[in-house]
């Protein structure tokens, strides 16, 4: 079997793995507290919970920034996603993630996550334009 091949019975055989146990509510209008509040908490939803103190900087966009910016607006205008969707993909891509990429970087994560997942791209075709970009930016440097 090839990679692709084999790449693809991978992916297929994980997609509906899901980290934990999920119970079907009988109804959404009596749960537990506790179920209640793991609800409200995303991990976006930061406030209120303990942090160091930092400083805020005024910091101008870098050109990949706004790049990614524009293309996720673009994949909103184009019907990809809406920005809902992006927000739960964020959510969805775990703490470590979530808490260990800047803002944009996690953007684009769940803009390849997304566009690979609804079939839009391929994964070798997001891999060989990976390969491409790294090349030219290597080619400038």
């Given at each position: 079997m090839s990679a692709p091949?084999?790449?693809?019975?991978l992916q297929h055989r994980v997609a509906d793995l899901a980290p934990v146990?999920?119970?079907?509510?009988?109804?959404?209008?009596e749960?537990?507290?506790?179920?209640?509040a793991a609800l409200r908490h995303v991990l976006h939803d930061v406030g209120g919970q303990p942090d160091i103190p930092i400083e805020y900087q005024e910091k101008e966009e870098e050109p990949?920034?706004?790049?990614?910016?524009?293309?996720?607006?673009c994949l909103g205008w184009r019907g990809v996603w809406n920005s809902e969707e992006r927000r739960r993909a964020e959510n969805d891509l775990g703490a470590t993630l979530y808490f260990g990429l800047p803002?944009?970087?996690?953007?684009?994560?769940?803009?390849?996550?997304?566009?690979?997942?609804k079939g839009l791209i391929t994964p070798d075709e997001l891999?060989?334009?990976?390969?491409?970009?790294?090349?030219?930016?290597?080619?400038?440097?």
């Open positions: 091949n084999r790449f693809d019975e146990f999920r119970e079907p509510l009988d109804s959404p209008y749960i537990s507290n506790d179920l209640f990949w920034e706004m790049s990614t910016y524009v293309t996720c607006e803002y944009y970087a996690r953007w684009v994560t769940v803009a390849a996550k997304t566009l690979v997942a891999s060989a334009k990976l390969d491409e970009v790294r090349a030219r930016r290597e080619a400038r440097a």
